[in-house]
């Protein structure tokens, strides 16, 4: 009889001491284990930040982009203002010309090659007596010269637009940035590899920042150029880098987005 006692007595002694840690093991909304792991939250870097890119691809040889501006004096107020103090659209000193080295900057940052045509066609249309109009034609020799010397995979002939701030600027997550447009010759026969080269980083820029390209204007027909110099390079581009109104930051900002765009849309086929 005693004996009996004491089994049920050991019994409930081991029942006491089990309880909690069976109860621990029961779904109640509680009992979550310490070791689950919290979701670690994404942060997405703003194009801005720029850091030196991880190369996308392993790549065999450089890729070069040759650049040029045939209307080398033209500016942006808010840098000619800060410069001189005169808000002036056009200036033979503060304009896009002046730009080369920030540009390549930025190139160099994602493994691309800069070279510049070194010619201020601006400057040389006041030496001779040209007219603005004659720019393309002044350019085309010099140009024709870089190209048939050397192999550039790709051509980039940069202006500034003329149109206002509303039209040449966006916000990118607390950011503005200026805007890019393609401008396509389709006065020759060899206009749709142009186009393509433009549609090609028209879309990686809008990938990047979407809105930041205004997209391709075609152009062709009476009372317009129509070639722009563009057939001497299935892979030349005209670009309108902002307008009148941009500020050296948004242009910075866009030049650095423009820059990781040629990376990511051209460089995949040198391997």
């Known amino acids: 009889m005693c004996l009996q006692k004491l089994k049920r ?114 400057t040389e249309i006041t030496l001779t007596n040209a007219k603005f109009h004659q720019a393309y034609k002044i350019a085309r020799p010099v140009l024709a010269n ?27 997550e607390d950011q503005t940035f200026a805007k890019i447009a393609f401008v396509v010759g389709a006065d020759h026969g060899g206009f749709e590899s142009n186009l393509a080269y433009a549609n090609a980083l028209s879309e990686q820029l809008n990938s990047i920042v979407p809105g930041i390209s205004r997209g391709i204007m075609k152009q062709k027909g009476t009372g317009v150029n129509g070639i722009y110099n563009q057939d001497l390079a299935p892979n030349m581009l005209l670009i309108e880098f902002g307008g009148i109104d941009n500020t050296e930051q948004e242009l910075q900002r866009t030049m650095a987005v423009l820059a990781q765009a040629i990376r990511l849309a051209f460089m995949e086929s040198i391997v």
């Open 146 to 172: 870089y190209l048939q010397d050397s192999d550039y995979q790709l051509v980039i002939d940069f202006h500034r637009d003329s149109a206002s701030k509303k039209v040449t600027t966006i916000q990118h």
């Open 9 to 122: 007595f050991t019994i409930l002694l081991c029942l006491l001491f089990s309880l909690p840690l069976i109860i621990g093991q029961l779904p109640f909304p509680n009992n979550k284990m310490a070791t689950e792991k919290k979701e670690q939250p994404h942060y997405v870097y703003a194009a801005t930040d720029v850091p030196a890119p991880a190369p996308v691809m392993e790549q065999t040889e450089p890729f070069h982009v040759l650049m040029l501006f045939t209307h080398s004096h033209e500016s942006y107020k808010p840098i000619v203002e800060q410069t001189t103090g005169q808000k002036a659209v056009y200036d033979e000193n503060t304009n896009i010309y002046s730009m080369q080295q920030m540009m390549a900057h930025y190139l160099q940052l994602n493994e691309i090659t800069p070279h510049f045509v070194d010619f201020d066609v601006m």
